[in-house]
């Protein structure tokens, strides 16, 4: 099955982009540069993981990761994303340049509030599209405009992409991001995660391997 189809929305001069800090950022992936950003738009807020030097020669490798905090903060298995999380600081600690970006779209874009609704349904029986969608939104609500104008404010404006999303690869790249690879980021499957997995493969066409 394919996903559904979206209705693009009309271009608004909403997202004017204000770099409001930057500081040191030791992990134990490596050393960062912390960036955050701001826009006048809804959840237009974002901080910004950078390592090395966006614009030498070397392509940087970029994660644009959604906030989870079931899974990033709480550890929930239900899903892969501080996996993917992990994942993406290690590889991006190990490459020449990267940037993991950080993005307030919790529960692929419908909030906190409503993403714990939807897993009161998915413990009823249904999968993530099917609760989203039973909750009045579209199975992935997330935009990637304004992750696009971080990117091209750093510099980062050809990227290597940590993803198994088509549609984050096309959304960068409408809007002017050039994505000269994708790079598989998929974490060992556990059995809790696996039936959300295979929902993402089969309804929302993502990339994923061995599911």
Request: glycine fraction near 8%; hydrophobic fraction near 35%; aromatic fraction near 4%.
């Amino acid at each position: 099955m394919t996903p559904k189809s979206r209705t693009k929305k009309k271009p608004t001069n909403s997202s004017a982009l204000k770099h409001v800090a930057q500081a040191a950022l030791p992990t134990r992936w490596g050393k960062f540069t912390v960036h955050g950003f701001t826009g006048k738009g809804p959840q237009e807020e974002a901080v910004a993981l950078v390592r090395g030097n966006l614009k030498n020669k070397t392509t940087p490798l970029v994660r644009v990761h959604s906030q989870c905090l079931t899974g990033d903060v709480l550890n929930s298995l239900r899903c892969d994303c501080r996996a993917q999380l992990e994942l993406s600081l290690n590889k991006i600690g190990q490459a020449p340049s990267g940037v993991l970006l950080y993005l307030p779209q919790e529960g692929r874009g419908i909030g906190l509030m409503n993403k714990l609704r939807a897993y009161q349904l998915q413990d009823q029986g249904m999968d993530t599209v099917e609760a989203n969608e039973a909750l009045g939104f579209a199975s992935d609500a997330r935009e990637y405009e304004f992750p696009a104008k971080i990117l091209k404010e750093l510099g980062a404006t050809k990227i290597r992409l940590l993803s198994n999303n088509p549609e984050k690869v096309r959304q960068l790249e409408e809007s002017g991001i050039k994505v000269v690879e994708r790079v598989p980021c998929q974490p060992r499957v556990s059995k809790i995660s696996r039936k959300y997995l295979e929902t993402k493969k089969s309804k929302m066409g993502h990339l994923l391997k061995g599911l």
